[in-house]
């Protein structure tokens, strides 16, 4: 099929694709003498294997082979000393249950899980603790700083404001969960050239680090991911899982397939650390913030510490000249986690967002009000001005969308039959990164443009993006422009994350259509032909077939002298049903002001997307542990609650639209991460304002409600 | 592989001549809870007999009552003209569960033998008196948010996690079962049993029979219904608590009532004492709350599930409200 029929210049450029089931995911591809591998796991939480018994699983129907830590191949990195603890295969040691300990390779999957389940291992149980609130509680269990304490002015100068509050929030551990499962397709052969099909944010990072674990030289190894089935962050790094199953491949010296399990989509692949936070604010009775305070606990494994940005929107959200923040990470035994969509800023926002509403209600103020009249002109933290921020028009949009004139300030004031009504207000903000990417581009002769890099799109709409900004700088038609992707051997891209594909890829497009722009100009010059002149007759009367540019393209001085923030305004109207404690999220109004938007529909589709991971993490996400055995208890579709058609309302979204002069070329500024920051909050805000109850754990279950 | 025999047959007879031949055969119909519990080592079956084929997928009036086949889709039944105008709760009961897709395969004999969906059930590296005997029961003192309230007892907390058994309960259904010699009838609110002191039993239905059909009588409780499921999200959920309620309604008294829980024990939950109450009685709000209050006699939270000991009385009224408000 024709890949690129678009109704609109605005549609997905791979929307056709992935509809029909044309895109192919990395578990799709068939190699010829493709075998398939099963991840054998640890039943026990701390400790050490003692024995593994292969003998029956190898006797199996169909087995090639079992690799564990009695026979893995040679992983040059995991033979030397130090590195990470987590060596796969090169230790003995349990950190968690759930945790790979062998791979058995069979020449179908089913005959592999089965073989799987005859693998028994013997182990000597230490004593652990999956329990982060115990862990934090206990002075003799270890707490790491997560990031170096900040301070402004005063330390706690909350605590003597004419009106100060000090609250505790709780956020559960929450597991990405994309619809695609986890896996890759590792095919190692002679002369150590390897060839894998990923599901990964970054082909590079993947390639980079099976070199790196291998000593192999990157060039020997091939990366493969042109579609993902979503990420949110769990296909950040190159996972234990997928280094076996590359070790499998070598070991057998044939091509392995792996792909999880749903259940081990909860242990494999890590999850958003539970977060304990404490905020402190301090208010004059005029409702100017005097103090904040934010204080962060975060979970983290016991062999690998991970930290995010928890508490840095409280540095300089708003306007306040005294401000401290301390975060400490706390290992427990469970799989380390992974940054997950919003990452800490969403797990710091649904804290702050709710402790500044909290103060807005002590202060008898709107929250609107309280925001605006705190909102800071300039970044007090980089001591920097902002390269644009329209949030004060965002919040004006907003309010008049959602019909924010018909709140009470008075909780529980709008009461309809056993439902309550209410509104509420939060705001995202995220870092608006650029950093650096080459890509090539190739004018042909024909008509058309194939761009080229080593970027990945897990969703977003990378590749439409790619193509409308090349489309708009060369008036070329959208459906003669290809952008390649997901390709380790492409020009090098970073990995997809923090919401900066758009400006950092795009802006080396830009360079790279200004570039070839000019060339063609010059070609046009020297041919005496006019300066208007179109490209294809440029290189047919120059005999050109094609030409050819490759850019690498990065921020420069601007970043110094500017602070780059991305912001959206959530508003939420919700029903709370009195008596059985059921909220319902009614109504969503977003405004993004997260500069130009390049590409409108797949921009909207963000905040879509955000609105229903929001609703999720405020309603009804929580990946529960049972502390007594250190395992998962709800790891499945049916009990983890990801929101379903029907929990998701109207929801009308926004931008601002204007471009930031200094960011990129576009003037564009990321929008993935923004989409979620502080939606919770909005909603918990919400149902303050609906019932008078303030809840400070998520999820708000009807459970909470009734408390 | 862990084999196992595929068998397919056309009649019941068949069904069950197969099925008492060999003990570790089971009944093949929808499967979206046999497949799971096979796929996650709960249970092994070295035969399954699909009784797809058998003809049982019947939905109509016979005198004064309602046959349902036991093959009937759970779709079927409530998308039925007869089981919209006559039976409304129980419409409403089968569109409260489970998704539509698993709705459209799924069967009322299936929908009656599935299992409970407490988690420590289907870890087999965990404790549970259900799936093996003797070991312990993980949800006693571990996760029992989703828990039993009623009629618990120190081997198993775990429910019944069906929403059209708790609307069949409410209704009087009958259930008929066959075994090789003939047909008995039992009534469906004694189909499931208590856990006591042997959890792995979810149901009377012996190992040598099969579920054939439905009777449900005809009654007058097709006006005022409600059935109130309170779920963690909108739709795909089990039931924290439900409620089936219908009553019969003369100047504003209670005539006839029904009504029954789900969510809240090993069986759908039949509330005697509440009905009886409620019966000749005023439609008031202030008599709904004292019926809903005997509904709790005897109720026992473990923890994570407490706030069902208020959940419930108020599910409870507030069915009744919406069932009396209905037009």
Redesign the interface.
């Known amino acids: 099929m024709e890949k690129r029929i678009l109704k609109d210049d605005n549609d997905r450029v791979d929307g056709i694709l992935k509809v029909t089931g044309q895109a192919k995911y990395f578990a799709e591809y068939e190699l010829p003498g493709l075998t398939y591998g099963v991840l054998v796991t640890s039943t026990i939480t701390k400790g050490k294997i003692t024995a593994l018994d292969t003998k029956a699983a190898e006797k199996a129907p169909g087995v090639i082979a079992v690799v564990s830590h009695l026979n893995k191949p040679s992983a040059a990195a995991y033979e030397q000393e130090g590195g990470p603890q987590m060596k796969i295969f090169y230790t003995d040691k349990i950190f968690y249950n759930g945790q790979p300990i062998a791979i058995v390779v069979a020449n179908t999957f089913e005959r592999a899980t089965y073989a799987a389940s005859l693998v028994k291992a013997t182990y000597v149980k230490e004593d652990f603790n999956t329990d982060f609130e115990k862990a934090l509680k206990d002075p003799k269990a270890k707490k790491l700083q997560g990031q170096a304490d900040y301070k402004r002015g005063i330390e706690n100068a909350y605590k003597t404001a004419e009106v100060k509050l000090e609250e505790r929030y709780f956020l559960p551990i929450e597991t990405h969960n994309p619809m695609e499962l986890h896996g890759i397709i590792a095919d190692w052969r002679p002369n150590n050239q390897l060839t894998v099909y990923a599901k990964t944010q970054g082909v590079k990072a993947t390639q980079g680090t099976i070199a790196n674990v291998f000593k192999i030289p990157m060039e020997n190894i091939q990366v493969n991911s042109e579609f993902v089935g979503g990420g949110f962050g769990m296909a950040l790094r190159t996972w234990p899982l997928e280094i076996a199953t590359v070790m499998a491949s070598k070991h057998i010296g044939k091509p392995v397939k792996v792909v999880i399990t749903r259940m081990q989509m909860f242990t494999m692949v890590g999850n958003r650390p539970a977060a304990i936070q404490t905020i402190g604010l301090g208010a004059n009775k005029d409702g100017k913030l005097t103090g904040i305070t934010h204080r962060a606990y975060g979970e983290t494994s016991t062999y690998e510490n991970f930290t995010e940005g928890v508490v840095n929107m409280a540095k300089f959200m708003y306007q306040c000249d005294n401000v401290n923040t301390a975060y400490a990470i706390v290992p427990v035994d469970l799989g380390v986690p992974i940054w997950m969509r919003g990452p800490g800023e969403a797990t710091g926002a649904f804290a702050l967002e709710s402790a500044i509403d909290e103060m807005a209600h002590a202060l008898d103020m709107d929250p609107l009000d309280f925001r605006i009249k705190n909102d800071p002109e300039t970044d007090q933290q980089k001591n920097k001005p902002f390269s644009s921020k329209n949030i004060k028009e965002a919040y004006k949009i907003g309010a008049e969308k959602i019909g924010w004139s018909n709140r009470k300030n008075k909780p529980g004031s709008l009461i309809e039959g056993s439902w309550q009504t209410g509104y509420g207000v939060s705001v995202g903000v995220f870092n608006a990164n650029r950093g650096k990417a080459s890509v090539k581009g190739i004018l042909k002769a024909d008509g058309s443009l194939l761009l080229q890099s080593a970027t990945s799109d897990i969703g977003p709409g990378t590749g439409t993006g790619m193509t409308l900004i090349a489309n708009k700088l060369m008036k070329i038609p959208v459906n003669k422009i290809t952008f390649e992707l997901g390709d380790s051997s492409l020009p090098p891209a970073p990995s997809q994350g923090g919401s900066a594909t758009l400006s950092t890829v795009g802006s080396a497009v830009n360079d790279v259509c200004v570039a070839l722009k000019s060339a063609i100009a010059e070609l046009a010059a020297n041919s005496n032909m006019d300066a208007t002149a179109n490209f294809v007759d440029v290189l047919k009367k120059n005999n050109l077939p094609s030409i050819e540019v490759t850019k690498e393209s990065q921020g420069g001085k601007e970043r110094d002298n500017y602070s780059m923030y991305s912001f959206s305004i959530h508003f939420v109207q919700v029903k709370v049903h009195a008596l059985t404690g059921v909220v319902k999220v009614s109504k969503i109004v977003y405004v993004g002001d997260s500069g130009t938007i390049v590409s409108p529909k797949t921009a909207r589709s963000q905040m879509l997307g955000g609105a229903v991971g929001g609703i999720g993490m405020a309603l009804t996400e929580e990946s529960i542990v049972d502390h007594r055995y250190g395992r998962y208890i709800n790891n499945n579709f049916a009990d983890y609650h990801v929101p379903v058609n029907a929990d998701v309302p109207e929801i009308d979204v926004n931008f601002i639209n204007k471009p930031d002069p200094y960011i990129n070329p576009m003037g564009a500024k990321g929008m993935g991460e923004i989409a979620l920051i502080g939606f919770s909050a909005a909603v918990a805000n919400a149902v303050f304002n609906a019932t008078g109850k303030r809840i400070r754990t998520l999820p708000i279950t009807p459970d909470k409600i009734l408390a | 592989?862990?084999n196992f025999q595929y068998l397919r047959t056309t009649t019941a007879k068949s069904a069950i001549a197969l099925l008492v031949k060999d003990k570790n055969a089971k009944f093949l119909a929808g499967g979206t809870n046999l497949i799971d519990l096979m796929k996650r080592?709960v249970t092994a079956p070295e035969k399954l007999i699909d009784i797809n084929h058998v003809p049982l997928k019947q939905i109509e009036q016979i005198g004064n009552k309602i046959h349902i086949g036991a093959l009937a889709s759970n779709s079927a039944v409530a998308e039925h003209a007869l089981i919209k105008e006559k039976l409304p709760l129980l419409s409403w009961a089968l569109q409260a569960g489970a998704?539509a897709q698993l709705r459209n395969v799924a069967t009322v004999g299936g929908n009656m033998m599935q299992r409970t969906?407490c988690?420590?059930f289907?870890?087999t590296?965990?404790p549970c008196n259900k799936r093996q005997p003797g070991t312990g029961c993980?949800a006693m003192?571990?996760?029992n948010?989703m828990h039993a309230i009623f009629g618990t007892s120190e081997k198993c907390i775990a429910v019944h996690p069906s929403d059209m058994c708790v609307a069949l309960t409410a209704l009087d259904a009958e259930v008929v079962l066959a075994n090789a010699k003939g047909e008995r009838k039992m009534l469906f609110k004694d189909f499931h049993r208590l856990a006591g002191d042997t959890p792995q039993l979810d149901n009377n239905l012996k190992a040598n029979e099969m579920i054939i059909r439905l009777e449900i009588p005809v009654n007058n409780l097709a006006k005022n219904y409600h059935y109130?499921k309170?779920r963690?999200?909108?739709?795909?959920?089990?039931a924290?608590v439900s409620v089936a309620a219908a009553f019969e309604l003369n100047n504003n008294k209670i005539t006839d009532i029904r009504l029954a829980m789900g969510g809240v024990a090993h069986k759908p939950w039949r509330l005697t004492a509440s009905e009886n109450f409620l019966k000749g009685k005023e439609a008031t709000l202030s008599n709904f709350e004292q019926a809903a209050q005997l509904a709790m006699k005897d109720a026992k939270g473990f923890g994570g599930n407490d706030?069902k000991l208020?959940?419930a009385p108020?599910?409870i009224?507030?069915a009744l409200?919406l069932a009396k408000s209905k037009v």
């Open positions: 592989m862990i080592g998704s969906r988690g420590y289907y870890d590296e965990m993980g003192g571990g996760f948010r109130l309170v963690d999200r909108a739709s795909y959920a089990f924290l706030f208020k959940l108020n599910t009224i507030e409200n």
